[in-house]
């Protein structure tokens, strides 16, 4: 019971999140990618360059991400890698929401009997509450998730919800999750470049902390 409390806790995220992004790094010196030898500038500059086409990259590669079994909340976090705060925010929940209806769509029209013969009872037992409070119900499960970000997605197609409060509760309900994550992204590279900034590592924790203590708090309250 404690194992299970503990894997649910902020500081588990943390810590796999950290560990995620450090194997990423470990890999790109790998293969010659050395962030000790780019500074923060030169990076900026080079995500720059890009222009369009690396947001469009970014949120391609979080529409297929569930294809290779990629943690949505690392994936989540490299965008705060990449653009900072503001700018990976506003990319990652515009990746977040076409990646959730893609799922949604596609587990309501291509793939229902394979994806009911996995998820159709807890599909079904989501669908009552649905029928009464169908964007509420949503909103409540995108700010307190008990579930996996794909299996949330896939589940939800299932029942009778309609696609447009689907979409809506989604973008409203991933938005505290969404920046915490970001927000913990960009101080994880600026802790790389320079760790002297450690302690906005610190106030990151201490917002994903927030956040879960504040989903506990909305869960009991609606339990």
């Known amino acids: 019971m404690e194992k299970k409390r503990f894997v649910k806790s902020p500081w588990f995220k943390t810590i796999f999140i950290v560990a995620a992004l450090v194997v990423v790094i470990i890999v790109l010196r790998a293969v010659n990618v050395d962030f000790s030898n780019i500074s923060e500038e030169k990076f900026k500059n080079w995500i720059e360059s890009l222009g369009i086409w690396g947001p469009l990259a970014y949120i391609v590669l979080y529409i297929l991400r569930p294809l290779i079994l990629f943690p949505a909340a690392v994936f989540s ?87 447009r409060d689907y979409f809506l509760a989604t973008l409203i309900g991933i938005i505290p999750g969404s920046f915490a994550l970001v927000f913990f992204g960009a101080s994880f590279i600026k802790v790389i470049y320079n760790p002297k900034n450690v302690w906005i590592l610190g106030v990151a924790i201490l917002i994903f902390a927030g956040i879960y203590y504040s989903k506990k708090y909305i869960a009991k309250k609606h339990g």
């Open 77 to 163: 976090a490299v965008a705060g890698i990449i653009w900072g705060t503001g700018l990976g925010f506003l990319i990652l929940l515009i990746a977040a929401n076409l990646s959730a209806t893609v799922e949604f769509i596609f587990a309501r029209y291509a793939a229902r009997q394979i994806i009911e013969r996995h998820l159709g009872q807890r599909a079904a037992t989501l669908d009552k509450k649905i029928q009464k409070h169908g964007f509420v119900t949503v909103l409540l499960i995108r700010l307190i998730p008990n579930l996996a970000w794909d299996i949330q997605n896939l589940t939800l197609g299932l029942t009778s919800l309609k696609l």
